[in-house]
């Protein structure tokens, strides 16, 4: 059977018959994990919510559990439909969702596909703007390659936007909390690092504070790129001045404007943007 068949039925709308159709498959295939998410979604297209989640319950409780990474995010995307009218949105798909995850990480081959479970679960937690789940990944992604700074600073990332969107106050402020101490207890690297950086801090409540300490924290640490960046580049120069006016440093700023004054083309282009400002 194509699901290209149900599918169609969605798309005119079409409940009724669609109900009536896969209930005739169901009839030869009972267990099939993909015709019940159909069936889920006939039950939501004719209102009937409630044999709808009867349907996820059945999904969750099978034994032994879905393993398919594709039939999980089938399951995931049937969660995230019905929640695109409420507010404030809900960041995870739940506890349920997560332990199916789990049980397909867990009978993974190697650790090259428990790898890209991580990635895919990562990948799909953020089309669905559900940053809770997103978060969940990236910290077992971390554990599994503590090396690999990439889900470090997507993570960095995550916190951030779950302290802008978690509905706890206490809860938002812990992840700002988390988020500048990842921050700091990373360090910057690579250039596009140290863009996400300085966003991070921009976001921050005593912004200008933080983004000093990071620009002067990355040219102390004596990468030789990161540090012509720092100096150099007005994509990094202009928000350290900005900063500095905020926090009214007129000695340091004054240095930094002289200094900006001399030297290479780059520091001269700079310096002639400052009347910009």
């Known amino acids: ?143 599994a390659v503590p090396s690999d700074r990439t889900p470090r600073y997507l993570h960095l990332v995550i916190l951030q936007v779950l302290a802008e969107s978690e509905h706890d106050p206490k809860t938002a402020a812990l992840n700002r909390t988390l988020a500048v101490r990842t921050l700091q207890q990373s360090g910057v690297e690579t250039v596009n690092e140290l863009r996400a950086a300085v966003v991070i801090c921009r976001r921050q409540e005593e912004w200008a504070k933080a983004l000093i300490e990071l620009l002067e924290k990355s040219e102390n640490d004596g990468k030789e790129t990161i540090l012509v960046c720092v100096r150099n580049d007005w994509e990094f120069v202009r928000p350290r001045i900005e900063a500095l006016l905020e926090l009214k440093d007129w000695k340091t700023l004054r240095e930094l404007c002289r200094s900006l004054l001399v030297g290479t083309e780059s520091n001269k282009e700079a310096a002639l943007r400052l009347v910009q400002l």
């Not at 149900?6 to 009724?16: D, S, V």
């Not at 990635?119 to 703007?129: L, M, P």
């Open 1 to 143: 059977m194509s699901t290209y068949e149900l599918e169609a039925y969605i798309g005119n709308k079409r409940y009724k018959d669609g109900q009536s159709r896969c209930t005739r498959l169901l009839k030869k295939s009972p267990n099939d994990p993909l015709l019940l998410i159909y069936r889920a979604r006939f039950h939501r297209g004719l209102g009937q919510e409630s044999e709808a989640n009867g349907v996820l319950k059945l999904l969750f409780e099978r034994n032994p559990p879905i393993i398919d990474p594709t039939v999980i995010y089938d399951i995931e995307t049937f969660i995230h439909e019905g929640t695109l009218d409420e507010w404030p949105r809900p960041l995870t798909s739940g506890p349920e969702i997560n332990a199916l995850w789990n049980n397909a990480i867990n009978v993974a081959s190697n650790r090259s596909k428990t790898l890209d479970l991580y990635r895919e679960r990562f990948a799909n937690a953020v089309n669905q703007r559900r940053w809770r789940d997103a978060g969940t990944a990236l910290q077992n992604w971390k554990k």
